[in-house]
């Protein structure tokens, strides 16, 4: 290889490592990055003074994202005003057929004031709707046993509003080099997996927690 041709590949290189550098700066992949496009408030459990925040990016149809909420509740019970839960939608559509439609379905319920009740029996209730061949029988079944409208409900179901919140969270999930779900960030450290989560995520929590002297 000529000094010419080295030159030119050399440069090449420096150009494509500043593009990424720049990217990561921009999009913030250790930080807090979703706030700066904030989640609704509805999706946001706790306080924003909690020195603990977990985003969740989560798939209502994956069965790891099922298995991952019980160790999360089970944080949540323990750490109690200590943490902040912000919900992130991630579903994966290719191998996945519902989650989209799941996920615009809290989407609406949150909208009208259920969001956490809705995720829950969503999760609850996964082997029920995921084998549907039309599972929005049983996600307008859910919205009407808490209590939801349902004329209100439908209209959300098919609005482009609430289709775009779930592609605003799928969107940053890819800016976050999200490729599974569920995806767990404390305090901007990844963890992935329930099994993580439990783990080394709880760790992560106490270390925390320790440093700071919080009762």
Not at 23 to 51: H, K, N, Q
């Amino acid at each position: 290889m000529n000094r010419a041709l080295k030159r030119r590949l050399g440069g090449l290189l420096l150009a494509v490592a500043a593009s990424v550098a720049s990217a990561y700066g921009a999009r913030g992949f250790t930080g807090r990055v979703e706030m700066r496009i904030p989640a609704p408030a509805f999706r946001v459990m706790g306080s924003a003074s909690a020195p603990i925040e977990i985003v969740e990016y989560s798939d209502f149809q994956c069965p790891a994202c099922r298995a991952a909420e019980a160790p999360l509740r089970g944080a949540l019970g323990l750490y109690g005003y200590k943490v902040r839960l912000v919900f992130r939608d991630d579903p994966l559509t290719t191998i996945h057929p519902w989650a989209f439609e799941a996920a615009v379905a809290a989407e609406c319920a949150g909208r009208m004031g259920k969001f956490w009740p809705y995720h829950d029996m969503l999760y609850d209730n996964q082997g029920e709707w995921v084998s549907s061949k039309d599972p929005k029988v049983f996600f307008r079944s859910y919205a009407q046993k808490l209590g939801l409208k349902r004329k209100a409900f439908d209209s959300c179901l098919s609005s482009p509003e609430a289709a775009s919140s779930v592609r605003s969270d799928m969107q940053q999930a890819r800016n976050r080099w999200i490729s599974g779900t569920p995806t767990f960030f404390i305090n901007g450290r990844r963890f992935v997996g329930g099994n993580q989560f439990a783990s080394l995520g709880i760790h992560w929590i106490d270390q925390i927690l320790k440093k700071r002297n919080t009762p």
